[in-house]
């Protein structure tokens, strides 16, 4: 690839980041839904809502959930898979996907009235459909007219029971609108019914695999009664699971299809809403379908025609994902105009080697090929999976003749190993001289964790015909190596309105990764990137002639990011205080970005309000509230049904230092001393007066990623703590 064509696509993502900052600030009007499509919508779906079904005639509910705002009293998903056609859509190339929802709820409160005051639905082709219809309590129906839709922009909004299981799939672009819901009252019943209809042109493909479904049994309401039913022709297959007791799937046939059914009822409401890793604790069912003629069936994460595959032992695990593997290297990369992995390891071994990377030792070459990878997302706009980049930086180090060892684990806030059952859920890492390195990404370092993987059971590829699938352990993190570390010095203003605050915010470890992003947006690092790790200058051998392109265009971006970054970060600092802000500056002290100064760490100046209480001429100052918000856990929250995940473990760390003002003395020292510790986690404070300032030192330290529900007591002693010390006053009286 020539310096043009590198030039080239820098440019491009110039334009793109216009684009994001002129989309930010742009409105997009909503469309009406077209009248002559409202009739045919409701007879599509009439079908649907007024059939027979013993489980939508109810409608009481249980006594012991009359204090609940809201209750499914029934939910059915049936999902279609025809290759023959037998549906409305013609054509032999086409997989016929249709998929029929009803969902009856008792509204019991005026939450739940507001949480369904807007209906949403699809409409993409004339055999999509949707109704809905309110029972009130005399017994009276009311249709719910949809002459008042408008279309929506952003389809990732539509709730769960509204979307259709196609659209996560399918690559057209459908069409989905709300609509409001007229006099709705609590004790009415809402029920509504849809129906999508998709066609998948499957003519020239070996095989197509639907995006993993999950479905967990508890809800944010309870569920009466809750039903999947999947119908396959003889080209589907599914593999399907169900996990911490959830029922199974239950096979029969109906004529020449595979018919899966699923049933749930009784299920309580999910109450437990903080430190829940519902994929890995909750009840639940995954399934994913798979279409294929036969062809690679061996290389699928699917079972046998007929078969409804519920497990994959370690051996099949490492056959089938070393068999993807080999394959990387002729896929394409995102945003490389076509080009394919194996193409962008050349041009990178290429520029490796023009820069001394064939004669460096083995670590530093590890070094240069992880950053010239990372660069090349930065700087080209390429975008790499976990297991393209993989394949890249193995290639790289293969080489150099540095071996690496192919890791596979799954996603901790997903699934464990040991469930696997899609090739979606495959995580991918290399292990080179026994460390683990992880997909890069724009602001990664070498060695950088991923939250999701780190503590994970994993698995070693074989890479021949000699070698077994090997269990691994991939190495945890601990609390030291994540750190939130927050610096402020306050003083208060003479307005006696706003506190003058400069706050030094720094991060490292996994809590950097979670809060790098916010922090460098609308910065411009992408222009100091090679800086980073000594690499090459991006714009050297750029031609004279485009270079005050060049300048005008990256000084135009700069002010561009200089006038938004405030804004921005006013925003974030507002949403973490809880209070209005004046917010005045921000810099970056460090990136983070570089191997030799990983930590990230930026200083604000701001004004903030809404601290400051007079009572006659004495201040009470809310001085701990600079902390930000902490958690509280509520009445119904404190008895706990499942084990605790905090994610990771961490060490969060504040210093607040206020001077205090001329003409006032300070009480409540003494009132700013805590100390809980136990093996769950930690909440320290101290405080003193030395040299008329006021330090509040702070520390609160989440001690194990997982615990168990037994220990959720200790767990409320740190956490209430720290919620009730947000809460706390220093007192200022005057000194006359």
Same mark, same amino acid.
């Given at each position: =690839?020539?310096?043009?064509?590198?030039?080239?696509?820098?440019?491009?993502?110039?334009?793109?980041?216009?684009?994001?900052?002129?989309?930010?600030?742009?409105? @997009?009007?909503?469309?009406?839904?077209?009248?002559?499509?409202?009739?045919?919508?409701?007879?599509?779906?009439?079908?649907?809502?007024?059939?027979?079904?013993?489980?939508?005639?109810?409608?009481?509910? /249980?006594?012991?959930?009359?204090?609940?705002?809201?209750?499914?009293?029934?939910?059915?998903?049936?999902?279609?898979?025809?290759?023959?056609?037998?549906?409305?859509?013609?054509?032999?190339?086409?997989?016929?996907?249709?998929?029929?929802?009803?969902?009856?709820?008792?509204?019991?409160?005026?939450?739940?009235?507001?949480?369904?005051?807007?209906?949403?639905?699809?409409?993409?082709?004339?055999?999509?459909?949707?109704?809905?219809?309110?029972?009130?309590?005399?017994?009276?129906?009311?249709?719910?007219?949809?002459?008042?839709?408008?279309?929506?922009?952003?389809?990732?909004?539509?709730?769960?029971?509204?979307? $259709?299981?196609?659209?996560?799939?399918? $690559?057209?672009?459908?069409?989905?609108?709300?609509?409001?819901?007229?006099?709705?009252?609590?004790?009415?019943?809402?029920?509504?019914?849809?129906?999508?209809?998709?066609?998948?042109?499957?003519?020239?493909?070996?095989?197509?695999?639907?995006?993993?479904? @999950?479905?967990?049994?508890?809800?944010?309401?309870?569920? =009466?009664?809750?039903?999947?039913?999947?119908?396959?022709?003889?080209?589907?297959?599914?593999?399907?699971?169900?996990?911490?007791?959830?029922?199974?799937?239950?096979?029969?046939?109906?004529?020449?299809?595979?018919?899966?059914?699923?049933?749930?009822?009784?299920?309580?409401?999910?109450?437990?809403?903080?430190?829940?890793?519902?994929?890995?604790?909750?009840?639940?069912?995954?399934?994913?379908?798979?279409?294929?003629?036969?062809?690679?069936?061996?290389?699928?994460?699917? !079972?046998?025609?007929?078969? =409804?595959?519920?497990?994959?032992?370690?051996?099949?695990?490492?056959?089938?994902?070393?068999?993807?593997?080999?394959?990387?290297?002729?896929?394409?990369?995102?945003?490389? $105009?076509?080009?394919?992995?194996?193409?962008?390891?050349?041009?990178?071994?290429?520029?490796?080697?023009?820069?001394?990377?064939?004669?460096?030792?083995?670590?530093?070459?590890?070094?240069?090929?992880?950053?010239?990878?990372?660069?090349?997302?930065?700087?080209?706009?390429?975008?790499?999976?976990?297991?393209?980049?993989?394949?890249?930086?193995?290639? &790289?180090?293969?080489?150099?003749?540095? /071996?690496?060892?192919?890791?596979?684990?799954?996603?901790?806030?997903?699934?464990? /190993?040991?469930?696997?059952?899609?090739?979606?859920?495959?995580?991918?890492?290399?292990?080179?001289?026994?460390?683990?390195?992880?997909?890069?990404?724009?602001?990664?370092?070498?060695?950088?964790?991923?939250?999701?993987?780190?503590?994970?059971?994993?698995?070693?590829?074989?890479?021949?015909?000699? #070698?077994?699938?090997?269990?691994?352990?991939?190495?945890?993190?601990?609390?030291?190596?994540?750190?939130? &570390?927050?610096?402020?010095?306050?003083?208060?203003?003479?307005?006696?309105?706003?506190?003058?605050?400069?706050?030094?915010?720094?991060?490292?470890?996994?809590?950097?990764?979670?809060?790098?992003?916010?922090?460098?947006?609308?910065?411009? @690092?992408?222009?100091?990137? +090679?800086?980073?790790?000594?690499?090459?200058?991006?714009?050297?051998?750029?031609?004279?002639?485009?270079?005050?392109?060049?300048?005008?265009?990256?000084?135009?971006?700069?002010?561009?990011?200089?006038?938004?970054?405030?804004?921005? =970060?006013? !925003?974030?600092?507002?949403?973490?205080?809880?209070?209005?802000?004046?917010?005045?500056?921000?810099?970056?002290?460090?990136?983070?970005? $570089?191997?030799?100064?990983?930590?990230?760490? @930026?200083?604000?100046?701001?004004?903030?309000?809404?601290?400051?209480?007079?009572? !006659?001429?004495?201040?009470?100052?809310?001085?701990?509230?600079?902390?930000? !918000?902490?958690?509280?856990?509520?009445?119904?929250?404190?008895?706990?049904?499942?084990?605790?995940?905090?994610?990771? /473990?961490?060490?969060?760390?504040?210093?607040?230092?206020?001077?205090?003002?001329?003409?006032?003395?300070?009480?409540?020292?003494?009132?700013?001393?805590?100390?809980?510790?136990?093996?769950?986690?930690?909440?320290?404070? +101290?405080?003193?007066?030395?040299?008329?300032?006021?330090?509040?030192?702070?520390?609160?330290?989440?001690?194990?990623?997982?615990?168990?529900? #037994?220990?959720?007591?200790?767990?409320?002693?740190?956490?209430?703590?720290?919620?009730?010390?947000?809460?706390?006053?220093?007192?200022?009286?005057?000194?006359?």
């Amino acid at each position: =690839m020539d310096f043009m064509n590198i030039y080239m696509k820098w440019r491009s993502v110039l334009l793109a980041l216009f684009a994001s900052v002129a989309l930010a600030t742009t409105g @997009y009007a909503q469309e009406i839904i077209d009248e002559d499509f409202i009739t045919v919508l409701g007879e599509n779906a009439r079908e649907v809502l007024n059939e027979a079904d013993a489980d939508f005639s109810v409608n009481a509910v /249980p006594a012991k959930w009359n204090e609940e705002s809201v209750v499914a009293i029934g939910y059915k998903k049936h999902i279609l898979f025809d290759k023959k056609r037998s549906g409305l859509l013609g054509g032999k190339e086409n997989l016929v996907l249709i998929e029929r929802k009803r969902m009856k709820l008792k509204l019991l409160d005026k939450t739940s009235v507001d949480d369904f005051s807007e209906l949403y639905f699809r409409y993409s082709s004339k055999f999509d459909g949707f109704s809905a219809v309110i029972h009130k309590p005399d017994g009276t129906k009311k249709e719910i007219q949809l002459t008042r839709a408008v279309s929506i922009e952003d389809n990732d909004k539509v709730p769960e029971f509204f979307k $259709s299981f196609f659209d996560q799939n399918v $690559s057209n672009r459908n069409e989905y609108y709300k609509v409001p819901v007229a006099d709705l009252l609590p004790g009415d019943i809402l029920e509504f019914a849809s129906l999508t209809s998709s066609t998948l042109n499957v003519k020239k493909t070996p095989y197509y695999q639907f995006d993993p479904q @999950y479905e967990l049994c508890q809800k944010g309401m309870p569920v =009466m009664k809750h039903k999947i039913i999947i119908e396959t022709d003889n080209n589907s297959f599914i593999t399907a699971r169900s996990i911490n007791g959830a029922p199974e799937f239950q096979q029969s046939s109906n004529g020449d299809f595979n018919v899966y059914s699923w049933q749930d009822e009784n299920r309580e409401r999910l109450k437990d809403v903080n430190f829940v890793n519902e994929y890995m604790v909750l009840p639940l069912v995954k399934f994913q379908i798979t279409y294929t003629d036969g062809r690679e069936i061996k290389y699928l994460f699917a !079972g046998t025609k007929g078969q =409804m595959k519920n497990t994959f032992d370690m051996a099949e695990i490492g056959r089938k994902a070393y068999a993807n593997y080999t394959g990387v290297g002729s896929s394409w990369v995102y945003g490389a $105009s076509g080009a394919t992995v194996d193409a962008i390891s050349n041009m990178l071994w290429g520029k490796l080697k023009a820069n001394g990377g064939k004669d460096v030792p083995e670590d530093k070459f590890i070094e240069m090929a992880y950053y010239y990878i990372r660069h090349t997302q930065v700087f080209n706009n390429f975008y790499y999976s976990d297991k393209q980049f993989c394949y890249l930086l193995g290639q &790289l180090l293969y080489a150099r003749k540095i /071996p690496s060892e192919i890791i596979v684990t799954t996603p901790n806030n997903l699934t464990s /190993p040991a469930n696997l059952l899609f090739e979606s859920e495959l995580s991918w890492c290399l292990r080179v001289k026994n460390k683990y390195i992880f997909r890069a990404t724009e602001h990664s370092n070498l060695y950088d964790v991923d939250e999701t993987m780190t503590g994970n059971d994993a698995y070693k590829l074989p890479v021949n015909a000699k #070698e077994q699938t090997e269990a691994v352990k991939i190495s945890d993190v601990k609390s030291e190596n994540s750190k939130s &570390l927050f610096q402020f010095f306050v003083t208060v203003d003479t307005s006696l309105k706003w506190l003058n605050v400069e706050r030094t915010t720094a991060y490292t470890g996994i809590q950097k990764e979670r809060n790098i992003y916010s922090a460098l947006r609308f910065t411009p @690092y992408m222009f100091n990137d +090679s800086r980073t790790y000594n690499g090459p200058d991006d714009y050297e051998k750029v031609p004279e002639k485009y270079m005050d392109q060049v300048y005008q265009q990256k000084k135009a971006l700069i002010e561009e990011f200089k006038e938004r970054k405030p804004e921005y =970060m006013k !925003g974030q600092m507002e949403g973490d205080l809880g209070v209005s802000v004046n917010y005045k500056d921000f810099q970056v002290v460090t990136e983070g970005r $570089s191997f030799k100064k990983p930590e990230l760490m @930026y200083k604000e100046t701001a004004q903030v309000g809404e601290k400051i209480r007079k009572a !006659g001429k004495k201040l009470l100052i809310n001085l701990p509230g600079l902390m930000g !918000g902490q958690l509280q856990i509520r009445k119904d929250e404190r008895t706990r049904n499942f084990d605790i995940d905090v994610r990771h /473990p961490r060490q969060l760390k504040w210093q607040i230092n206020m001077t205090i003002p001329a003409g006032y003395t300070l009480e409540g020292v003494e009132e700013l001393k805590t100390n809980v510790d136990n093996e769950t986690g930690s909440f320290i404070t +101290s405080a003193k007066v030395e040299n008329n300032m006021l330090t509040i030192d702070i520390q609160k330290i989440y001690k194990q990623k997982n615990i168990s529900k #037994e220990k959720w007591p200790q767990m409320l002693e740190f956490v209430d703590a720290a919620y009730n010390f947000t809460h706390k006053l220093i007192l200022l009286k005057p000194v006359n």
